[in-house]
């Protein structure tokens, strides 16, 4: 299980938002170059970074991601925003993954071309939820699609790498959804980042015992309740 530092960009800060509300923000570092190395530096697998602005369609840090990545050695990851062809290909330049969530359930088409194109690898596909239904447009918008169902579908097309966040969990140090996780995770061909709730190294061990893909670390990692290090011995 890999072990996976946020970093949540607004304004070309590092922050963290309650439940994804940007009115319920808080800025831990104007220095996201500096946070990225701290995390590396402590052994991060790799690092999540997410351009809140670009997904609340209130600016853009793209450069910021781009400059982060180049900056590491770790493989980077690169969520928020990316809800068209063009943007996905620039960000694959520079990133190792890109975490598709609107765009993949606003245009199969495209998404298709993409996974063609790129490979499955490269492409994760974020799954986020409220109460199991699928949410989308940096989490403003609550579907009428069901998780598993969302699931199964995207495996059919192809797709293997996965990111589910239960928004009700999402920054608030309550503890993973570990049922929808657990149900996720037991799909065949799905490997899964679990991102969410996480608030102490008993929840890391509970979210290891599912076997997934890796885990996202936000703010119990910034709020000191633990450690990349304790994280990387379980």
Known sequence: MKIIPAIDLMEG???????????KKTIYSENPLEIAKKWESAGADMLHLV?????????????????????VKIPVEVAGGFRNEKIVEEAIEFAQRVVIGTLAFKDKTVLDKLLKTYGNEKLVISVDHKDGLIVVNGWQQTTDVALIDAVNDFIKMGFSEYLSTSIVR?????????????????IKNVNLIVSGGISNIEDIVKVKELDPFGVILGKALYENQVTIEEAKRI
């Open 13 to 23: 800060k590092v922050v963290r938002l309650y439940r994804g509300d940007p009115k």
């Open 51 to 71: 351009d809140l602005d670009a997904t609340l369609g209130t600016g853009s840090n793209f450069e910021l991601l781009k400059d982060i990545a180049e900056s």
């Open 170 to 186: 999402d920054g608030t140090l309550d503890g993973p959804d570990l049922e929808s996780l657990k149900m996720v995770n037991e």
